[in-house]
């Protein structure tokens, strides 16, 4: 959903440098003062901080939700449809399942959605990338005119294409959120590629004679990394969204789950009676997406200081 | 000149339509078991039935042989909903006005209001104004629409019953789908539009214009706007995608018979035909959309032909 924002505002990112494998890179950087100037920057960027953590919480609750919901989130009861009280401190829905360790356990799902999807996403669409922008010529338009295509469906579109073909559920929907995230990487890597493959020290690989693979993985790679960091983070906003609209269309996650997007199906007819049914599981939707996107500008601020705009 | 650029522009279409029609045209040959049993549900279906609808779907050919009926058939209009034996196509076109009138109004509304709060933003930069404008697009980017859309129906029909939950009645049902279709965009569009701006404002000729002793208004809407306009108009074509998907959730939940409920009620159906139809012309659609916007874009800049 925001990919779009988050093409426009990526696109601009200036690709790191450095010409190194991809691992070593990351341990070199974890001694180099470059590395804590970067995490300091990060660190004094109010807006940052407050969405890791949003996200960090949400991760902890997701990862201890057994010890920290009262209730079986899919334990039906006779306590049907009661209002928010100490008991139940959000209410219970329609079959009786107590609403706040349904959203306990909800974080889990849609954190799993955010990471799995823009993983598929990232890999899918970095290695997209690399190769069109480092072959170039017939490879690149092929493999552009391809992503091209997958744009022609926007957003949520293709996801539901994607859904319609491998059918509900919600590792399914995973991959289809993942599937309307690809092409965004994929253009953000090429172009970024296309700057770096001009660069001097991609020349002098070539010159001392590695090979494309070699110049792909151990240059270019690596300095395409802050751009797909800032993507990722961005994209899992959207990746929540979708894939909480997915389940909420009925080709995504499949009740009991207990899930977001379900939860607010769920609690639709009930909206006159029980508002604290669908009131919940939608704030936590927007915290949630709400920190991914403050973590994701703050990256993008403090990886590539030229958007940084305060 | 322009009609060169505009030839390029339509000769560059025709491989990514290519493409995109082979893409949904896999969709039913690449879910997972027999689609036609899929189709038929999970029992009850005779081997009578299966192989019936086999045939009508002409699963029994090559698949090239497929892939040339599915798109002369879409086009001769006998690509039929499984469900209502109606051809896709009119399906999909008498539907689509009412999808059009919605997208259309929402992205009116998005871009003047998004363009506004861009532009005050930008123009008191770092100010509580500028803050607040920022806060509430974030949320507008942040919240799920599906979300937004139940809780207007709560707050507006249901607690006080002012506008219309669902139906097509009337311009009044047209107001809460509009401002779910919106918000999203109105928030995109001002996060771009104040960052475009701010840009701007950094150039050399801002501080020329200034140093020349012209009024701050005159700056910014004569020098700075203008510059700062264009490069985001381009935008609307890609916005327009974006309302069209959008509008698969929001006609879900104000009941609106447009294509974004279409393909949905498709895809829950089961009716493949549909939905690879829909979708397919969805895309025509955005991509001649899309290629009008570029076109006009050429006429305005005539640097982007180059």
Same mark, same amino acid.
Request: charged letters at 15%; a positive charge.
């Given at each position: 959903?925001?990919?779009?924002?988050?093409l426009?505002?990526?696109?601009?990112?200036?690709?790191e440098?450095?010409?190194?494998?991809?691992?070593?890179?990351?341990?070199?950087?974890?001694?180099?003062?470059?590395?804590?100037k970067?995490?300091?920057r990060?660190?004094?960027?109010?807006?940052?901080?407050l969405?890791?953590?949003?996200?960090?919480v949400?991760?902890?609750?997701?990862?201890?939700?057994?010890?920290?919901?009262?209730?079986?989130?899919?334990?039906?009861?006779?306590d049907?449809m009661?209002p928010?009280s100490?008991?139940?401190l959000?209410?219970?829905?329609n079959?009786g399942?107590?609403?706040?360790?349904?959203?306990?356990?909800?974080a889990?799902i849609?954190?799993?959605?955010?990471?799995?999807?823009?993983?598929i996403?990232?890999?899918?669409?970095?290695?997209? @990338?690399?190769?069109?922008?480092?072959?170039?010529?017939?490879?690149?338009?092929?493999?552009?005119?391809?992503?091209?295509?997958?744009?022609a469906?926007?957003?949520?579109?293709?996801?539901?294409?994607?859904?319609?073909?491998?059918?509900?559920g919600?590792?399914?929907?995973?991959?289809?959120?993942?599937?309307?995230?690809?092409?965004?990487?994929?253009?953000?890597?090429?172009?970024?590629?296309?700057?770096?493959?001009?660069?001097?020290?991609?020349?002098?690989?070539?010159?001392?004679?590695?090979?494309?693979?070699?110049?792909?993985?151990?240059?270019?790679?690596?300095?395409?990394?802050?751009?797909?960091?800032?993507?990722?983070?961005?994209?899992?906003?959207?990746?929540i969204?979708?894939?909480?609209?997915?389940?909420?269309?009925?080709?995504?996650a499949?009740?009991?789950?207990?899930?977001?997007?379900i939860?607010?199906?769920?609690?639709?007819?009930?909206?006159?009676s029980?508002?604290?049914?669908?009131?919940?599981? @939608?704030?936590a939707?927007?915290?949630?997406?709400?920190g991914a996107?403050?973590?994701?500008?703050?990256?993008?601020?403090?990886?590539?200081?030229?958007?940084?705009?305060? | 000149?322009?009609?060169?650029?505009a030839?390029?522009?339509?000769?560059?279409?025709?491989?990514?339509?290519?493409?995109?029609?082979?893409?949904?045209?896999?969709?039913i040959h690449?879910?997972?078991?027999d689609p036609?049993?899929?189709?038929?549900?999970?029992?009850?279906?005779?081997?009578?039935?299966?192989?019936?609808?086999?045939?009508q779907?002409?699963?029994n050919? %090559?698949?090239?042989?497929?892939?040339?009926h599915?798109?002369?058939?879409?086009?001769?209009?006998n690509?039929?909903?499984?469900?209502?034996?109606?051809?896709?196509?009119?399906?999909?076109?008498?539907r689509?006005?009412?999808t059009?009138?919605?997208?259309?109004l929402?992205?009116?509304?998005?871009?003047?209001?998004?363009?506004?709060?861009?532009?005050?933003?930008?123009?008191?930069?770092?100010?509580?104004?500028?803050?607040?404008?920022?806060?509430v697009?974030?949320?507008?980017?942040?919240i799920? %629409?599906?979300?937004?859309?139940l809780?207007?129906?709560?707050?507006? %029909?249901?607690?006080?019953?002012?506008?219309?939950?669902?139906?097509?009645?009337?311009?009044r049902?047209?107001?809460?789908?509009?401002?779910?279709?919106?918000?999203?965009?109105?928030?995109?569009i001002?996060?771009?539009?104040?960052?475009?701006?701010?840009?701007?404002?950094?150039?050399?000729?801002?501080?020329t214009a200034?140093?020349?002793?012209?009024k701050?208004?005159?700056?910014?809407?004569?020098?700075?706007?203008?510059?700062?306009?264009?490069?985001s108009?381009?935008?609307?074509?890609?916005?327009?995608?974006?309302l069209?998907?959008?509008?698969?959730?929001?006609?879900?939940?104000f009941?609106?018979p447009?294509?974004?409920?279409l393909?949905v009620?498709?895809?829950?159906?089961?009716?493949?035909p549909l939905?690879?139809?829909?979708i397919?012309?969805?895309a025509?659609?955005?991509?001649?959309?899309?290629l009008?916007?570029d076109?006009s874009?050429?006429?305005?800049?005539?640097?982007?032909?180059?």
């Amino acid at each position: 959903m925001s990919e779009q924002s988050v093409l426009a505002q990526a696109t601009a990112n200036a690709p790191e440098v450095h010409s190194d494998s991809a691992i070593s890179v990351v341990a070199e950087l974890a001694e180099t003062p470059r590395y804590r100037k970067t995490l300091g920057r990060l660190l004094r960027h109010k807006s940052a901080v407050l969405g890791l953590t949003i996200l960090i919480v949400l991760a902890v609750v997701a990862l201890i939700a057994p010890l920290i919901a009262p209730y079986d989130p899919i334990k039906i009861s006779r306590d049907v449809m009661k209002p928010p009280s100490t008991n139940h401190l959000m209410g219970t829905d329609n079959l009786g399942r107590d609403v706040f360790s349904r959203v306990i356990y909800g974080a889990r799902i849609s954190l799993q959605m955010g990471f799995i999807a823009v993983g598929i996403a990232a890999s899918i669409g970095t290695v997209i @990338g690399v190769i069109a922008g480092t072959y170039g010529g017939l490879v690149d338009g092929v493999f552009m005119r391809f992503i091209d295509a997958l744009m022609a469906l926007p957003g949520i579109l293709l996801a539901l294409t994607v859904a319609a073909t491998l059918g509900p559920g919600l590792y399914n929907a995973m991959v289809a959120v993942g599937f309307a995230f690809i092409p965004s990487f994929a253009r953000i890597v090429r172009s970024s590629c296309l700057q770096i493959k001009e660069t001097t020290f991609v020349e002098a690989a070539r010159a001392s004679g590695a090979s494309d693979l070699r110049i792909m993985v151990r240059h270019i790679l690596p300095n395409v990394l802050s751009s797909i960091l800032v993507l990722a983070s961005l994209g899992i906003a959207g990746a929540i969204l979708v894939g909480a609209a997915l389940s909420f269309l009925g080709v995504g996650a499949s009740p009991p789950t207990a899930e977001w997007g379900i939860m607010l199906s769920d609690g639709r007819p009930f909206i006159r009676s029980a508002w604290w049914i669908m009131v919940f599981p @939608g704030l936590a939707i927007t915290v949630t997406v709400l920190g991914a996107n403050l973590a994701g500008d703050g990256l993008r601020d403090v990886l590539d200081p030229r958007m940084g705009s305060r | 000149m322009i009609v060169r650029f505009a030839l390029q522009r339509i000769a560059m279409m025709v491989p990514v339509l290519f493409l995109i029609s082979v893409i949904v045209f896999m969709m039913i040959h690449l879910t997972p078991g027999d689609p036609v049993r899929v189709m038929l549900g999970r029992s009850g279906a005779s081997a009578d039935e299966v192989e019936n609808l086999r045939q009508q779907l002409g699963l029994n050919d %090559s698949l090239p042989v497929q892939y040339v009926h599915f798109i002369s058939d879409l086009a001769t209009g006998n690509l039929k909903s499984i469900r209502t034996q109606q051809p896709v196509t009119q399906e999909f076109f008498g539907r689509f006005p009412k999808t059009l009138e919605l997208a259309i109004l929402a992205l009116i509304v998005a871009t003047v209001l998004g363009f506004l709060l861009g532009i005050i933003a930008a123009t008191h930069q770092n100010s509580w104004i500028d803050t607040l404008a920022m806060v509430v697009s974030l949320l507008g980017v942040s919240i799920p %629409s599906f979300w937004l859309a139940l809780m207007l129906v709560f707050a507006f %029909s249901i607690s006080r019953d002012w506008l219309p939950a669902t139906g097509t009645d009337g311009p009044r049902a047209l107001i809460l789908p509009v401002t779910v279709l919106a918000v999203e965009q109105i928030a995109l569009i001002a996060r771009l539009v104040r960052a475009n701006m701010v840009e701007v404002l950094r150039d050399d000729y801002i501080r020329t214009a200034r140093a020349k002793g012209l009024k701050e208004r005159t700056v910014l809407t004569g020098h700075a706007l203008r510059n700062a306009l264009l490069p985001s108009i381009t935008l609307l074509g890609l916005n327009f995608g974006y309302l069209l998907a959008g509008a698969v959730i929001v006609e879900t939940i104000f009941a609106r018979p447009g294509i974004g409920r279409l393909i949905v009620d498709g895809i829950l159906n089961k009716d493949f035909p549909l939905v690879q139809g829909a979708i397919l012309l969805t895309a025509v659609v955005y991509l001649v959309v899309n290629l009008i916007t570029d076109i006009s874009y050429g006429f305005i800049d005539p640097r982007i032909r180059h």
